[in-house]
């Protein structure tokens, strides 16, 4: 958890690039491992990469002005290439199925396959070999003059200065068998940094205490009583059978239960308005029923 937070930061306060004259020119394009691309004017290489999936996290090896370059003796067994206004005799000298010896300028090195291994200031990848029967042999391989290692949470982009121009260089995304680069050009002038500012957000969470609603008093509001128990009054109307209020009875009317009547008094299925010794009579019957 605190390792995911920690690439959040990294990616969060990464720098950004504008051009202090003219307009920003970028293209992008995707690179197999081993093979290279001609992106905005420099060719880049792909060395390896990959992408961890539980981390967020995509990393990408690089070679800037770089070439492929497949040699073998039924073609060329060597070729003298240009970068960066140097030139460089490259010679396959021997190759199995897994290995090949590579010769920079007269400087050699066994290499396996996947092996990178810098020869006389040339960073040399060998991508295949291949050994047949017949006597032929054959290498592809991968050059490049400048190495660059670049990750989402370390090192997302750099700046490079060839030939009297700048190249902003970045990686877009990656799997373990491409990746996306990014390179941008100032059209005019050249590249400056300007710090992204992280918008910070109100933390409401800071507040953790839970306020309670706020009590609304209406003096206009009237809470309606419950009909739930047949036989309760409230102001002169009693709960029905029906779990509805209705209004008590006046005397004479006809009722089943004492409830229903006013006087709170049903006899011989009428209510009626017992006098003050009628209801000490009737009061003494009930102690006695």
Not at 181 to 209: A, K
Not at 228 to 235: D, M, N, S, W
Request: with cysteine; charged share 30%; aromatic share 6%.
């Amino acid at each position: 958890m605190i390792l995911v937070l920690f690439i959040l930061l990294i990616s969060l306060t990464s720098a950004a690039y504008q051009c202090t004259e003219g307009e920003l020119i970028s293209e992008r394009e995707e690179i197999d491992i081993a093979k290279s691309r001609l992106i905005n004017g420099i060719r880049i290489g792909l060395i390896d990469s990959d992408e961890v999936l539980v981390y967020n996290r995509i990393v990408a090896n690089i070679l800037i002005d770089s070439k492929h370059l497949d040699l073998s003796n039924s073609s060329e067994l060597s070729q003298i290439i240009e970068i960066s206004s140097k030139e460089y005799n490259i010679t396959l000298i021997s190759a199995t199925n897994t290995k090949a010896k590579i010769s920079v300028e007269g400087s050699s090195e066994n290499l396996e396959e996947g092996d990178l291994e810098k020869i006389d200031g040339l960073y040399v990848l060998l991508d295949n070999s291949d050994f047949q029967e017949s006597g032929e042999i054959s290498a592809d391989i991968l050059v490049g003059e400048t190495k660059l290692s670049l990750s989402n949470d370390g090192n997302p982009q750099e700046i490079i200065n060839k030939t009297e121009t700048e190249y902003l260089i970045e990686l877009f995304s990656a799997s373990d068998s491409n990746a996306i680069i990014d390179v941008s050009i100032c059209q005019d002038g050249s590249f400056v940094e300007v710090l992204e500012e992280l918008e910070e957000e109100s933390n409401e969470t800071e507040q953790n205490e839970t306020e309670p609603d706020p009590i609304i008093e209406d003096q206009d509001l009237e809470i309606e009583p419950e009909c739930e128990t047949p036989g309760l009054i409230i102001e002169e109307e009693y709960c029905n059978e029906n779990q509805e209020f209705v209004s008590q009875k006046d005397s004479g009317l006809a009722c089943t239960n004492n409830y229903e009547c006013i006087s709170n008094t049903c006899k011989d299925e009428l209510c009626y308005k017992a006098g003050f010794f009628q209801k000490i009579i009737d009061w003494f019957k009930g102690l006695f029923s």
